[in-house]
């Protein structure tokens, strides 16, 4: 008989709402791009981070910390293709304070090459779209289930918020009950620039209920991906309990919260151009072509930091050893002189150079694969259960807001 499962413990302040704390985090923005362009007219670097410049008040995980802000696509590429020189110890002093210092994420060679490779194997194609089918599939059917038969709905607050973190409970093998602290946990983990304190909170719970598990699974393996990566081995040895742990940690969020907010600006483009939603429907092999064009228009993060490991000229600007630099992807995404016309959404626009929504190089986001099935089962499922799906002309149409993690509130649809 199966061990009953560990119990995350709540906030130590478990009055605290992520969700309205989010908006205070990233604000409610609707001109985060004219700001860009703005500001990248005056130059691709300049000094300070975003968050600075949008709100105006110190992120306080980069307290002390000299910071620059990097636009424009081939600053950002040239930033994030050079490790050896702009290395992952930035997200160690900002996420990794509330995911821990192991995550994925946080590492540099010759580490994160050992243990990504593990990792990898998890997270390959044919892996994944078994997933698709056995995980990802019956999640957005129940989903969508429960309000096929309405004929109206709120895309983002009945499905795209809940669906992509679902994926995540089953892969790890949690109970769905308990998904509404989960959730709430894992969202406050990512408030650290503003709610530094319950963000370190959130991580220190989720590690203490994570290693339980994982221990667990060592004494009785389950068909998960907790066993499978508890098992994982690097040159004979198993990956440490710190770094899978931190994996996960990292995971409830970059495989539930980006997904999420991806899932809904996909749609919210969609369903505010009804003559591409219509291309859509008629023909389901644009879906790919769909998603890549809605993850180019709005990134889900729209940064990605690094910190200089020797002083490094960019662009005429001195950047000295220590500093934070954040490679602004949403930049890079609508840059006009790689992308004609890039605010608009443009499915079937002619791409002459690859966006990188999931950053680039040794980095790159190693759930892609995974995200870009979800999103593709969920838009599948949608436009061929829910007929003459189109926007609720009685409610306020969807309208992306944030200057960081960006999304839509709320995409009310009529449909049948």
């Given at each position: 008989?199966?061990?009953?499962?560990?119990?995350?413990?709540?906030?130590?302040?478990?009055?605290?709402?992520?969700?309205?704390?989010?908006?205070?985090?990233?604000?409610?923005?609707?001109?985060?791009?004219?700001?860009?362009?703005?500001?990248?007219?005056?130059?691709?670097?300049?000094?300070?981070?975003?968050?600075?410049?949008?709100?105006?008040?110190?992120?306080?995980?980069?307290?002390?910390?000299?910071?620059?802000?990097?636009?424009?696509?081939?600053?950002?590429h040239r930033i994030l293709t050079d490790p050896a020189t702009f290395t992952n110890e930035a997200f160690k002093i900002t996420l990794g304070q509330s995911f821990g210092e192991k995550s994925l994420t946080m590492l540099d060679a010759p580490e994160h090459t050992r243990y990504r490779r593990i990792f990898q194997k998890a997270f390959l194609p044919t892996v994944v779209n078994k997933w698709g089918e056995t995980v990802v599939a019956p999640i957005v059917d129940e989903l969508v289930s429960k309000f096929e038969k309405r004929g109206s709905a709120d895309l983002v607050a009945e499905f795209t918020r809940h669906?992509?973190?679902?994926?995540?409970?089953?892969?790890?093998?949690?109970?769905?009950?308990?998904?509404?602290?989960?959730?709430?946990?894992?969202?406050?983990?990512?408030?650290?620039?503003?709610?530094?304190?319950?963000?370190?909170?959130?991580?220190?719970?989720?590690?203490?209920?994570?290693?339980?598990?994982?221990?667990?699974?060592?004494?009785?393996?389950?068909?998960?991906?907790?066993?499978?990566?508890?098992?994982?081995?690097?040159?004979?040895?198993?990956?440490?309990?710190?770094?899978?742990?931190?994996?996960?940690?990292?995971?409830?969020?970059?495989?539930?919260?980006?997904?999420?907010?991806?899932?809904?600006?996909?749609?919210?483009?969609?369903l505010t151009h009804p003559d591409q939603l219509d291309a859509v429907r008629a023909d389901p092999r644009l879906i790919p072509q769909a998603i890549d064009e809605g993850l180019r228009w709005e990134s889900p993060a729209m940064t990605s930091p690094r910190m200089c490991s020797r002083d490094v000229e960019l662009e005429g600007m001195l950047l000295p050893k220590g500093?934070?630099?954040?490679?602004?992807?949403?930049?890079?995404?609508?840059?006009?002189?790689?992308?004609?016309?890039?605010?608009?959404?443009?499915?079937?626009?002619?791409?002459?150079v690859r966006a990188f929504p999931f950053a680039i190089g040794p980095h790159v986001c190693i759930g892609q694969h995974l995200a870009k099935v979800e999103m593709s089962r969920a838009l599948t499922a949608l436009f061929e259960r829910l007929p003459n799906l189109r926007l609720d002309p009685s409610k306020p149409p969807p309208v992306i807001t944030g200057f960081h993690l960006r999304k839509p509130n709320h995409i009310h649809v009529l449909f049948g």
């Open positions: 008989m199966n061990a009953p499962l560990p119990k995350l413990s709540d906030l130590d302040d478990s009055s605290f709402n992520p969700f309205d704390a989010e908006t205070v985090e990233f604000g409610e923005f609707t001109d985060t791009y004219e700001r860009m362009h703005a500001l990248r007219r005056t130059g691709n670097i300049h000094k300070g981070d975003l968050y600075g410049y949008f709100m105006n008040k110190q992120d306080q995980s980069l307290e002390g910390i000299e910071t620059y802000t990097a636009l424009g696509y081939d600053l950002v669906y992509p973190f679902q994926v995540v409970y089953r892969q790890l093998g949690l109970d769905q009950e308990a998904s509404a602290l989960f959730f709430k946990v894992a969202m406050s983990q990512t408030l650290f620039r503003s709610n530094l304190k319950n963000a370190v909170d959130a991580g220190r719970k989720l590690g203490e209920f994570l290693r339980q598990l994982i221990r667990q699974r060592i004494s009785e393996p389950a068909d998960d991906l907790v066993t499978h990566l508890a098992f994982a081995e690097v040159d004979g040895e198993r990956l440490p309990e710190d770094v899978v742990d931190c994996f996960f940690r990292q995971l409830l969020n970059a495989g539930g919260d980006t997904t999420y907010r991806g899932t809904s600006s996909i749609l919210a483009g969609l500093a934070v630099v954040d490679a602004v992807l949403g930049s890079a995404n609508r840059d006009g002189e790689k992308f004609p016309d890039p605010d608009r959404f443009d499915i079937f626009r002619e791409l002459k």
